[in-house]
């Protein structure tokens, strides 16, 4: 998961401003970040590993001059850790200097790459975002929107991109929408992002969401449209980006994701009639679904779990003993709301199920009676190919195990997975043809 | 404020635990932590400014070795930021090495150094530690048990602390017990720390709070209790561990944080009845409080504000316009749950007034029709000597300016403060010997 | 300036070597260092901005297996500082995965870079590696080894290559060999390395220069030598190799370095006859040159300026009175042996001079009678193109001045240079050949 | 060892001065240094571990305000790595505000800290800093200038201290002089240093040594010169000062130490008369024994062995054929002048013997047919207790074996000490008063 960020607009602050925005988007990734910042002659780049408060210094910001900007955060991803890998990429080719930034996971990425490769072209990192860009400048084309739509029309997967090339700011979507972007309106100009979050932030004013298929070009005069993606297929968001990557506050595709969530726990609760005295969210991503659940069933809600705010940098403790109270640095349990009590735990999603273990566990080692664990989306049983680090599909509980083994392995008194018509209907119209791949096995593409 | 750990048992993981111990303690304070550990011959001390996290590898942890360790965190205190002034401290003196971390402050600390000075003692930090241990260190007893109750007795204000002298480990508190301290089991010795909850994340099992006036003294033998502190005064806990300090899941002086934190907010819908159409908490601090509220007013509870949990530093943005955006680096609010609602904003207390007054401009801005600001605790009218870190009386809000000032000032529709014996009864019987001095002015000594 | 190192034998500590060869070239760059290892199949790559000694800590040593490895220490050029710009670059191309490490300098980097570009090339960096890379990965050859002569062919300027392409450890030097590359035999491999003194560092046995033209090729039966350069043009060896950058225990083309500098300084002596009490030399870079001289002249050689060894990064002092006092941090005279003498001060060379004028001075203040500077090079009137980061010509002093504006801008008594015929006698027979354009203007190119 | 500086002048720059005094006696310890600086009434301090140009920035001097301060350099010593051990110490006490650095080692610390915690003082630390500050606030006078007098009275050993108390700063010395310190006028104001160098560095002109057993008071009004040793009993300098510890442009008890070395050299080169080809140092300490050596015999000097400048941090290789290698990556060979050789070594001491056993066998492996060593110094035979981090007795080869025992464990054709005669010779009148009980046995106290 990544997220990216771009704006345009008159005043030579845009580093500044790309600084808020990677900031509100930095839930998308805590590896590495980076910028690209130009006053339409000269470029200049910073990135590198750590958060965005860490990397971008006051100092470093003042050495970012120019009106136009794009930035990106980046999660995790194993193997793959280092600064080469960080985004913005910002090259030179024959079209001048271009930047970069990407969210999402291209399928026909080794043979692109192949290709590429047998024609000399040479890659640095494991990075499609490298891809993206040795395609563009070898793109037969007279300028470097055509070349952009050129390069992403061999494109198959997820991507939304915001890319500085010349003195424009481009941002454009895969033909299906997997990975959002939207478009805002700031000062005397616009910004680009992956959740309207960063848009708030910085105090700009949500436009709309950039189509699946659509190119937007940002440039003195404003904005312009183009649609590459042929017949357009209909959105096919994510809609894990709802269930658990999205920021509470953001709106995705007109529906904003704290009430979606809301709206899922309240599913939920009409789905499954459990007798209980407490419902208690896993924090932080249960809580929401955890209140519109309490609100449906008439179970009041409590906060049994509170988070340890400060849990950092963790190690391998060398006894089991210590290993053992890993969970418990992260999770504290208050005794007397669980204490003889039975509790709905609700969760976001059970993917390795090893977590959800750790916390009933917990619970009943603080005196609960009871826990049944209700999940608030369905069973997990494919990974993602669209820019979502999941496990194999082997590590996947549900793809594997059936209810009663799933119960048994996370050893709640009973297990209440969401339904898919229930996640459609709280998703609201259209959801259906949202992307829920690892749910159905159904890949868009 | 501070937090204070220790630990005596069998196994030489002394610092293992103690840094588990202190990870649980981190949120009474960030800016340094230490711990000492000993075998009962040979002493270890390592600190540093960070978090626990930071400070402890594994690789340091593996250089603390022993059965006997205490700890410490530290919050940062205006113009006292060093390594110096970080604890435990450790010395060598006429009772061998002795180690001792501190939280509480001293009133009489001025005349107290002075006195020491006279007699030819030197200090090389402000730290009211320095003072406690060459008290000690003078005392005029045979064993050192005796020279820590002799070096108390002197002492004026508030003080819990953890001590390893010789092949002992101590913890002692004031003969108010304003701060707190309380004892566990664990393994086949036993634990201090300032919450329970510390000894709840290593698995320790609660025995009791070390009362006010009392010495506990740890040796292999398990642990004895001795008496300093006169006729006992009764207990005066600082009142505000339930309202913002202590974590939720501790309990002190049997009370539960988050159960009393419940009942604030449900006494302060008893005492206000306001018209609103949703109640949202200023998170985290005012979470618990505006779940009680909720519930006991029937108003819908909801998030309209989430937390950005990776605000890391800050700096000084360069214009006003980027100043003014800092608070929704920290804060990012629902729109839609907010949008021409009747907003009951919850809070825990409001000291300078600066936080509360750009929250409900933030509330008003996502389209909030009114904000109604409920106070989880009495005006703030009187700084804390007690080891709080408090403006000054000029600086309280509260202090200075009468109700529809402070509502003006706020920019709220209206303002309710829980009443101070609203906060007894939520708090329960005892609650009124106290410290309340920050609501009272009458200081307990 | 840069120094490039590459072993192939037959244990898999090829990183541990690699270390110690890059510590023994450490002085022909501090800026960044990195190193690629490999077993033959997968490939490991660090680099980082600093001292081998910080950049590779024992960890990150043991994580850099395989057998084969190359590595590279690079300068600071002004305004290319940044971790994209350290090498080696490890890509994937058509011939598999391809490291190259680079010293020297391409003079049709530009055009050859706007070519590539043209066909679709994108440039991350403004590094000449990259362009390497890109041409060699175009070469319409069988094989990557005839990819590298391909690559090559197209180059014009000087270049030093260590390369691991496949399974095979490549050496490669220009038409002219204007840099320097020499093999090494070890254990039971070979070693390439910028100068012979990481050969003694690692114990290896020196076999002999990697000719002009010549591309080495070292596997698992040995090492086989291809000869590309066509008609070889003779041996164009930068001469100032001698004077400043190599190390004094390094044989460059068959002269030991240490004996050109002795033999230079003597040559001086024999050209100006100057009637003075003591030689001291400018430290570190005049030492031998000011023994050779004080051995041919009979004129007692002293250590009349002492460098100080701690000097770290220096910082911009507020006052002019304080600015005036940072030469005397890096150079302490000796004033005893300095104090009414005649000195004549040897140094290596004068580029722009202002380093000689404040030494000259700090000598003056230390109560020397005469400053006789005579230098230990022709005088220095153009531009280095090949891989040595010179200002630019009106920076130049020699270019720019007569002999007594020279004299009197350094504030000397006297200023002599070593003649360029001298500067060809001390080196020897062949070093007419060299490079000496800084000297001459007579590019070899 | 320790490097103590102190200034006293009129403007508010005190900390920049003393940052340069600190870097000029940066030879004297690396491991940590810190700074006090006052304008007599509020005292600000830093301290870290690490060089004195990493230490303190631009950023940190200037939040170091004041015209008076004072400085130290510290050596790292087994067991005692800590920040906690940086020196100046600041204290406050009945005197007020007092900060000391010491260079020296005081023999009666152990029964001075005794009788000290015996009356209630307690150590934080293990430095005699912390012992002479306690005697100090206790002292029963009716001034802070007699309290340090009345301090240094009670101490046995070595000390050059500077201090600040009040608005004057003090500059004392032990009664034997083991330690130098020196006194210059400088500006407006006056200069404490261990060196003279340190005085050159930042302009100051030298007045004098500040006597066995004399205080200088420096205030407003100039400095006063105060006698508290009694009887003086004459200058007991560390004579090894000369020949290892001090920097060559010093001057110590009215001898440069570049001449008393280069007259150590030439009077080793009068007692031994070798039939030898070339004179090579031990690289840096040998170097100018070694010029002075080679001028008397005249026998060629060269430098056989160039030193890498940038050595740092360094670890354990994991095989001992890596291992071998390290003393290759600090000393490199130039064979050409060492090959077929009969060559004389010179080394400053001997003292373990490990080191120059390593370099005569690296001489070997470079070709030298003899290797004869010559040591600018007598037999080292007794540890050092007066501030020389020396082995224990049993580490001291000289003092365990016969010559030819060491000849053979070094692996020379010959060794040859310089006699204390001839040691006295060297230095000059006054000699045989100076310390040199490290090669006599015959301590002063």
């Given at each position: 998961?990544?997220?990216?960020?771009?704006?345009?607009f008159?005043?030579?602050e845009a580093?500044?401003?790309?600084?808020l925005?990677l900031y509100?988007?930095?839930h998308?990734g805590?590896?590495?970040c980076g910028m690209?910042?130009t006053?339409?002659v000269n470029?200049?780049?910073?990135?590198d590993?750590g958060l965005?408060?860490?990397v971008?210094?006051?100092?470093?910001?003042?050495q970012?001059?120019?009106?136009?900007?794009?930035?990106?955060?980046r999660s995790?991803?194993?193997g793959?850790s280092?600064v080469l890998n960080?985004?913005p990429?910002?090259?030179?080719?024959?079209?001048?200097?271009?930047?970069?930034a990407h969210?999402?996971?291209?399928v026909?990425?080794?043979?692109?790459?192949?290709?590429?490769?047998?024609t000399g072209a040479v890659?640095?990192t494991?990075?499609?975002?490298?891809?993206?860009?040795?395609?563009?400048?070898?793109a037969?084309?007279?300028n470097?929107e055509?070349?952009v739509?050129?390069?992403?029309?061999?494109?198959?997967g997820?991507?939304?991109?915001?890319i500085?090339?010349?003195?424009?700011?481009?941002?454009i979507?895969?033909?299906l929408g997997?990975?959002?972007?939207?478009l805002?309106?700031?000062s005397?100009?616009y910004?680009?992002?992956?959740e309207?979050?960063?848009?708030?932030t910085?105090?700009a004013?949500?436009?709309?969401d950039?189509?699946?298929?659509e190119?937007i070009?940002?440039?003195p005069?404003?904005f312009?449209?183009?649609?590459?993606?042929?017949q357009?297929?209909?959105e096919?968001?994510?809609?894990?980006?709802y269930i658990?990557?999205?920021?509470?506050?953001?709106t995705?595709?007109?529906?904003n994701?704290?009430q979606?969530?809301s709206?899922i726990?309240?599913q939920l609760?009409?789905?499954?009639?459990?007798?209980a005295?407490v419902v208690?969210?896993?924090p932080?991503?249960?809580?929401?679904?955890?209140?519109g659940?309490a609100?449906e069933?008439?179970?009041?809600f409590?906060?049994?779990?509170i988070?340890?705010r400060?849990?950092?940098?963790?190690?391998?403790q060398?006894?089991q003993?210590?290993?053992n109270?890993s969970v418990?640095i992260?999770?504290?349990p208050?005794n007397?709301v669980?204490?003889?009590?039975?509790?709905?735990?609700i969760d976001?999603?059970?993917?390795?199920?090893t977590?959800s273990a750790?916390?009933?566990r917990?619970?009943r080692?603080a005196?609960?009676?009871?826990?049944?664990?209700?999940?608030?989306?369905?069973?997990?049983?494919?990974?993602c190919f669209?820019g979502?680090d999941t496990?194999?599909?082997?590590q996947?509980?549900a793809a594997?195990?059936s209810l009663?083994?799933?119960?048994?392995?996370?050893?709640?008194?009973?297990?209440?997975?969401?339904?898919?018509a229930?996640l459609?209907?709280?998703v609201?119209?259209?959801?259906?043809?949202m992307?829920g791949?690892?749910?159905t096995?159904q890949?868009?593409?």
């Open positions: 998961m990544c997220g990216v960020f771009g704006i345009y008159g005043r030579s580093a500044r401003y790309t600084y925005g509100a988007l930095q998308r805590q590896e590495s690209v910042t006053d339409g470029f200049t780049a910073y990135k590993m965005v408060s860490d971008f210094t006051d100092e470093k910001l003042a970012l001059p120019g009106n136009v900007a794009i930035g990106h955060v995790a991803l194993a793959k280092s960080a985004q990429f910002l090259v030179q080719s024959r079209f001048g200097m271009v930047a970069l969210n999402g996971n291209l026909n990425a080794t043979s692109l790459s192949q290709k590429l490769q047998e890659f640095q494991n990075a499609d975002t490298e891809i993206i860009l040795n395609l563009l400048a070898r037969d084309t007279a470097v055509d070349a739509i050129a390069a992403c029309r061999e494109l198959k997820s991507f939304a991109l915001t500085i090339a010349g003195d424009k700011l481009i941002g979507r895969d033909p997997i990975r959002p972007l939207c805002g309106r700031f005397d100009g910004v680009l992002a992956s309207s979050c960063a848009l708030n910085i105090g004013e949500f436009v709309r950039v189509l699946p298929g190119m070009v940002i440039g005069q404003g312009n449209s183009y649609y590459y993606g042929g357009p297929l209909g096919s968001l994510c809609i894990f980006e658990y990557f999205a920021r509470p506050d953001s995705l595709a007109g529906r994701v704290y979606v969530r709206a726990g309240a609760a009409r789905e499954y009639s459990i007798d005295d208690v969210p896993a932080d991503s249960g809580t929401t679904a955890a209140l659940f609100k069933s008439g179970i009041p409590e906060f049994g779990l988070k340890n400060y849990v950092g940098r963790t190690f391998i060398p006894t003993a210590l290993r109270l418990k992260k999770l504290n208050v007397p669980l204490a003889d009590k039975r509790v709905i735990l976001d999603s059970v993917v390795r199920g977590t750790k916390t009933v917990l619970l080692e005196g609960a009676k009871e826990v049944h664990l209700c999940v608030a989306s369905p069973p997990y049983i494919k990974p669209y979502i496990p194999s599909e082997e996947l509980l594997n195990y009663p083994e799933i119960q048994s392995h996370i050893g709640a008194d009973s297990i209440h997975f969401l339904s898919l229930g459609h209907t709280a609201g119209s259209g959801a259906e043809k992307c791949a690892c749910f096995g890949y868009p593409l």
